[in-house]
């Protein structure tokens, strides 16, 4: 049962333009939803979070939009850098006493020069 | 960096073998979570602790077994090992008090020859 799902498996995108990446959750009880960045072999780095009380969150070149009513968010990155190139991973989270994440498969994101 | 440090790197073993793979989490983080990323596949969830005790389970198999000692850092078991459980295995650290954004380390690789 597959919680979080991010259905393209890669996208490409010209260097400076906006990259958008989506992800779709079926479990209503999740209320923290975070995007992390990964490169091979490397642990996946933190890039920006937000609570199911919010419906954007920006930071820098990155930004969350939630839409809780169609259980979907999207992460945002303007303009897009060539250090952008890497595996984009959705994921959520049930909150306090239950914290752990729950993963889409990825996104790998190409930025073209 | 993320704060995070797992040791080893890498890990060489063979069928049947039982390893142990460390975490020591970020200064003040209580709680440590286990993932598993088998090739090609987004992050799943085993385990996860805090401040000593088990809190969530998740598909970790019974031949996989981890503890958190008082000084926080954790120990990932695997024993009987199979083809099947080579993969990347993560810890990440959080402070555990609520939805919180979890920090990875830049995990341990096991291939089981």
């Known amino acids: 049962d597959q919680q979080v799902k991010q259905n393209s498996p890669s996208l490409s995108v010209q260097e400076g333009r906006i990259s958008i990446l989506n992800c779709d959750y079926t479990?209503?009880?999740?209320?923290?939803f975070l995007w992390y960045k990964k490169y091979p072999a490397e642990g996946p780095t933190f890039l920006i979070s937000?609570?199911?009380?919010?419906d954007k969150n920006e930071d820098g070149r990155f930004t969350v939009f939630l839409n809780k009513s169609a259980k979907h968010l999207s992460l945002h990155i303007v303009p897009s850098q060539p250090g952008d190139s890497a595996v984009y991973f959705c994921?959520?989270?049930?909150?306090?006493?239950?914290?752990?994440?729950?993963f889409g498969t990825g996104t790998r994101l190409t930025i073209i020069p | 960096d993320s704060g995070v440090t797992q040791t080893p790197k890498h890990l060489i073993t063979a069928t049947g073998q039982r390893v142990t793979l460390r975490c020591s989490p970020r200064s003040g983080d209580l709680s440590v979570y286990w993932y598993q990323q088998s090739l090609d596949q987004g992050l799943q969830f085993l385990i996860q602790y805090y401040n000593g005790e088990e809190r969530a389970k998740g598909n970790i198999l019974e031949r996989f077994s981890a503890q958190q000692f008082p000084d926080l850092h954790s120990e990932l078991n695997l024993s009987s090992l199979e083809l099947g459980d080579s993969a990347l295995y993560f810890c990440?650290?959080?402070?555990?008090?609520?939805?919180?954004?979890?920090?990875f380390g830049p995990g341990t690789r096991l291939t089981v020859l």
């Open positions: 994921a959520a989270e049930r909150g306090f006493g239950n914290e752990k994440l729950t």
């Open positions: 479990n209503s009880m999740f209320d923290y």
């Open positions: 937000i609570s199911s009380i919010k």
């Open positions: 990440a650290s959080s402070g555990g008090g609520g939805p919180d954004t979890q920090y």
